[in-house]
């Protein structure tokens, strides 16, 4: 394969066919060979290990009956297992399914069984959730293996879940032409991965993207930020998110460098990491950046090794850019926008950019990507006139799975990408978003969609309507706040409903107030009009 790292200004190739992700993983180890790949924990992987433990994991899957298009879902924390898993299923053609590690058993289920994945890689018993255990009971009929990637040798899996080295077994008897030869028959077009993001629906939509796309983009963005094969990479966004894993995984693997996967954001262990590896590039939500800050150990802790960090996800104030700079140590901090549906990138600020654009601006389109800003008829609008985000170009999603309405809704027939965000343009081709016409918040960089949780809400006995609205928030960026109106004979208590949420839902879709009220405010088509709900939260402190 190529160089794959794209020009940071105008792209002159646009229509640059890119290779497979399986590809770009044989080249990183060929060109690692015996440089250090992974660390984790005691564990140190040179390029060379990753790739064998990457052979013996396509076999297996290979082993295991999978064929190109065949979903397979990884519901983990981060650790260089999770790489491995995903590199060996992309190998053979394989789509990778992530599942985020907040998930409790009805919103993985859902997932597995809308996808219809055939393998589920997971661990169980981290901090203590069973992850198998909480799929009891749900019916998931073309889940045909449970895999858990780490175990104790004396512990008892749960059926009908196997260890790792087990299922790695499967692959002992697949000769490794016939990995070469699936290799082969692989295509920039074949599908990489089928990430589900939330719908205003309350349903989530699959979102399809390519190989060919994936690696185009992720390089691209790495060009811009800088990223080099001499890079220690601290991975603390979870892979299962489309910022870990495409430019965690992908970025590194296109670049070359050491990646340093951490499976719990935990102040004191993050830096303990990042000075022990000489961590360099630290990418994340602004919240991360603040609570390694306000820590009260940070004055004892050696950051003076890093050098690169990008964020983006919420609103960034200029003093917190200042800091990161000043006091963290970095020489580069970027700011940026995507969407998974844009293969998770669409603008950047560059590393000239100063404090005040790269903290109010999410930058400008990356090469070879157009962004526009428009009225309600598509017409682009002026600088400086708020209007709807679209975006066009390599990185714009393949579809949504098995909903052609969905897709043509959000793809005009002009290949753009409705974002449903709102956003303003200078006269410099930089974007600040301002507002979502999509119902969306984001809870330290997580999308967290009302009409979702209203629907999980909705399961609890006391609630007989709710409506859910995102609330500014110092440390998290936004919140949930919820008004419930009561089922009959009912009396709910707020404490007991965020409670239960805690047991229902993912942590971040949680809300963190619960207001009781007599009514909703309708308008007259009947949806809730929710400014009226702010309203009282604003009247109420």
């Not at 074949?190 to 349903?203: E, H, Q, R, V």
């Amino acid at each position: 394969m190529t160089d794959p790292i794209e020009p940071e200004g105008d792209d002159p190739r646009a229509d640059l066919r890119w290779g497979t992700i399986g590809a770009a993983a044989r080249d990183a180890v060929a060109r690692g060979g015996d440089r250090e790949a992974i660390v984790d924990g005691d564990r140190r992987w040179t390029w060379r290990e990753l790739g064998d433990a990457i052979d013996r994991a396509s076999a297996a899957y290979l082993g295991a009956g999978i064929e190109v298009g065949d979903r397979v879902a990884i519901w983990a924390p981060n650790c260089a297992e999770w790489v491995v898993a995903l590199l060996g299923l992309q190998s053979v053609g394989a789509v990778l399914v992530p599942l985020n590690t907040r998930y409790k058993g009805t919103e993985a289920a859902d997932i597995l069984r809308r996808s219809r994945a055939k393998v589920l890689v997971t661990v169980d018993g981290f901090l203590d959730t069973h992850y198998v255990a909480m799929l009891d009971g749900h019916d998931l009929p073309h889940l045909e293996h449970v895999v858990v990637l780490r175990s104790e040798p004396g512990d008892v899996l749960p059926e009908p879940a196997e260890r790792w080295e087990a299922f790695l077994e499967l692959g002992a008897d697949v000769d490794a032409g016939a990995v070469a030869e699936r290799a082969a028959a692989l295509t920039p077009d074949t599908t990489a991965d089928l990430l589900f993001t939330s719908g205003t629906t309350g349903k989530p939509k699959g979102v399809i993207c390519t190989n060919g796309q994936t690696l185009r983009t992720v390089a691209t963005w790495a060009n811009v930020v800088g990223l080099a094969d001499t890079d220690r990479y601290v991975a603390v966004n979870p892979f299962f998110h489309s910022f870990g894993y495409k430019a965690g995984i992908i970025a590194w693997l296109v670049t070359g460098g050491t990646l340093l996967p951490v499976p719990v954001f935990d102040v004191p262990e993050v830096m303990r990491l990042i000075a022990a590896e000489r961590g360099t590039v630290l990418p994340g939500a602004p919240t991360l950046y603040q609570t390694i800050l306000n820590h009260p150990d940070r004055a004892a802790l050696d950051s003076a090794s890093l050098r690169l960090a990008v964020t983006g996800a919420a609103s960034v104030p200029v003093s917190l850019v200042e800091q990161m700079r000043d006091d963290l140590g970095f020489d580069t901090v970027i700011t940026a926008y995507g969407l998974t549906e844009a293969c998770g990138f669409a603008t950047m600020c560059r590393r000239s950019d100063d404090a005040v654009t790269i903290a109010t601006t999410s930058g400008r389109a990356m090469p070879g990507i157009e962004v526009q800003v428009v009225d309600d008829d598509g017409h682009e609008l002026p600088p400086g006139e708020p209007g709807e985000v679209v975006i066009r170009g390599y990185n714009v999603m393949a579809g949504y799975f098995e909903d052609p309405a969905a897709t043509a809704e959000a793809i005009d027939a002009d290949g753009w990408l409705h974002t449903g965000d709102v956003g303003v343009m200078d006269e410099r081709g930089y974007l600040r978003i301002t507002d979502r016409k999509k119902d969306l918040f984001i809870v330290g960089g997580f999308n967290a969609y009302p009409a979702e949780i209203e629907n999980l809400l909705l399961g609890h006995p006391h609630i007989a309507q709710v409506a859910v609205v995102g609330v500014p928030d110092e440390r998290m960026g936004e919140v949930g706040a919820a008004f419930v109106v009561p089922a009959t004979g009912t009396t709910p208590d707020p404490d007991e409903i965020v409670a239960w949420a805690r047991e229902h839902m993912a942590n971040f879709k949680v809300p963190r107030r619960v207001a009781v009220v007599d009514a909703l405010p309708f308008n007259a088509s009947g949806k809730v009009m929710k400014f009226e709900l702010r309203t009282l939260l604003e009247e109420d402190g």
